[in-house]
T-cell receptor
Framework: GNSVTQMEGPVTLSEEAFLTINCTYT??????LFWYVQYPGEGLQLLLK?????DKGSNKGFEATYRKETTSFHLEKGSVQVSDSAVYFC????????????FGSGTRLSIRP | GAVVSQHPSRVICKSGTSVKIECRSL??????MFWYRQFPKQSLMLMAT?????????EQGVEKDKFLINHASLTLSTLTVTSAHPEDSSFYIC???????????????FGPGTRLTVL
C-alpha cells in the first residue's frame, strides 16, 4: 500500500542554518506530494505541494522537488528562523487511496536563536 | 485561501458525557470532509470520511457508534464523541477537501483542531 517515511526528529538547528528534512514515499500510480506544518497547539497548514514528477513546490523560503526516480520529496530551506520551529509532516494523496492523505510520522524542528 | 474552522477549540468534559465538535468550511463548499485524531507527538490518524448527504465512511478499528459523524450541509460536518472516556482524550482535527481544479489534484485544508480532555 501507499506509505510515507520521513526522517525522525527532533531536529535542532541554529538560526540561519540550512535545513533538510528527508521524505520518501511508496505509492502506486502518480501521487501528489505535500508538506504540512503544525505550529504548537494548532492544526495543520499546507506548506507546499507538487503534483507531478520534477515539479518544485515552494513557499516561505521552503522548497521541495518531486523526484520520481528516487521516490523522494525532501524539504529544504536555506536559512531557518526561530519562527520555523514546528512539526513538519510529509504526505501523499493519490486516486489509488481514494484521495485520502497519508501522512508521515512528522519531524519536530527546533531552531535556536 | 480556503479557511476551515473548528468549534470548540478546547473542551473538558466528565466521563460518560457526549461532546460535539463542529467543522466548518468558511469560504468554500466541501462535499467531503475528513476527521483525524492525533495523539501527543504522533502523526494524524484518519478516523473517517464525511460525505455531505450520506453516511460517513469509517476507517478500520474506529467505532462508528462511538464517533458519530453528520455532514448536514456543504459547509458543516460534526463529530460527536458519545459516552466519552479518558482514553478518548486527544486532539481532533478536521479537514475539508477542495476538488481538483486546473491543478488536477484535490487539496485538503485543515481546521485548527479541538483538544478534548475527558476527566
Amino acid at each position: 500500500g501507499n506509505s510515507v517515511t520521513q526522517m525522525e526528529g527532533p531536529v535542532t538547528l541554529s538560526e540561519e542554518a540550512f535545513l533538510t528534512i528527508n521524505c520518501t514515499y511508496t505509492a502506486t500510480g502518480y501521487p501528489s506530494l505535500f508538506w504540512y506544518v503544525q505550529y504548537p497547539g494548532e492544526g495543520l497548514q499546507l506548506l507546499l505541494k507538487a503534483t507531478k514528477a520534477d515539479d518544485k513546490g515552494s513557499n516561505k523560503g521552503f522548497e521541495a522537488t518531486y523526484r520520481k526516480e528516487t521516490t523522494s520529496f525532501h524539504l529544504e530551506k536555506g536559512s531557518v528562523q526561530v519562527s520555523d520551529s514546528a512539526v513538519y509532516f510529509c504526505a501523499l494523496s493519490s486516486y489509488s487511496s481514494a484521495s485520502k492523505i497519508i501522512f508521515g510520522s512528522g519531524t519536530r524542528l527546533s531552531i535556536r536563536p | 485561501g480556503a479557511v476551515v474552522s473548528q468549534h470548540p477549540s478546547r473542551v473538558i468534559c466528565k466521563s460518560g458525557t457526549s461532546v460535539k465538535i463542529e467543522c466548518r468550511s468558511l469560504d468554500f463548499q466541501a462535499t467531503t470532509m475528513f476527521w483525524y485524531r492525533q495523539f501527543p507527538k504522533q502523526s494524524l490518524m484518519l478516523m473517517a470520511t464525511s460525505n455531505e448527504g450520506s453516511k460517513a465512511t469509517y476507517e478500520q478499528g474506529v467505532e462508528k457508534d462511538k464517533f458519530l459523524i453528520n455532514h448536514a450541509s456543504l459547509t458543516l460536518s460534526t463529530l460527536t464523541v458519545t459516552s466519552a472516556h479518558p482514553e478518548d482524550s486527544s486532539f481532533y482535527i478536521c479537514s475539508a477537501r477542495v476538488a481538483a481544479g486546473t491543478s488536477g489534484t484535490d487539496t485538503q485544508y485543515f481546521g485548527p483542531g479541538t483538544r478534548l480532555t475527558v476527566l
